[in-house]
């Protein structure tokens, strides 16, 4: 067993549910509920455990030195979030550049308790044509639990649901921000 799988497993007491399809290289991987910095660091333990490169996206404020060699090394891209901007397009394309891109993103936007999701995940999906892979951080049941892939329709009225069913029950590290 390697170290991160025993500080996850039987250290920490978690487990991971589901896998991801090894064959699908590209895809918008959704992680919700985000209630805590600390999901980061269950992300980075989860994502070891199976084994697939998932990137991330940080303001570009947070890349500078020393911390943007750590940064990138664990998948992470600057993202300028200047107002104005298509920045769904500007993601969407960066499917185009790589081989190997699954990029995580949080549906809530924040740490805080929201009335709606944003939507700029099914956007960017839809728009570099990958799918969206569901995935919940479940911490009553000490689990990440990984989803099937979702192929957007093209109506987010329709698939929105579909998706948000997913994490029904599941509980954030403060859930009343969830």
């Known amino acids: 067993m390697g170290l991160s799988k025993f500080v996850f497993q039987k250290l920490w007491g978690w487990k ?6 090894p064959d699908i290289k590209k895809a918008v991987v959704i992680v919700a509920p985000h209630t805590s910095w600390v999901d980061f660091i269950v992300g ?49 394309s960066l499917f185009l550049k790589k081989e190997e891109f699954r990029l995580a993103l949080a549906p809530e936007g924040t740490r805080k308790k929201v ?19 569901r995935v919940g951080f479940d911490y009553a049941s000490k689990k990440v639990c990984i989803a099937e892939p979702f192929y957007t329709r093209g109506t987010l009225e329709v698939d929105l649901p579909k ?9 954030g590290k403060n859930p009343e921000k969830g």
């Open 16 to 21: 991971v549910e589901g896998r991801f399809d």
């Open 44 to 92: 980075l333990f989860a994502r070891r455990i199976v084994r697939t490169k998932i990137h991330w996206l940080g303001k570009k404020e947070l890349f500078v030195w020393p911390f943007s060699y750590y940064f990138k090394w664990t998948g992470g891209t600057p993202l300028d979030r200047t107002p104005g901007q298509d920045k769904v397009q500007y993601i969407a």
């Open 115 to 133: 009335e709606k999701w944003r939507t700029g995940f099914y956007y960017i999906a839809s728009e570099a044509n990958v799918p969206i892979i």
């Open 163 to 171: 998706i948000q069913s997913f994490y029904q029950g599941m509980k």
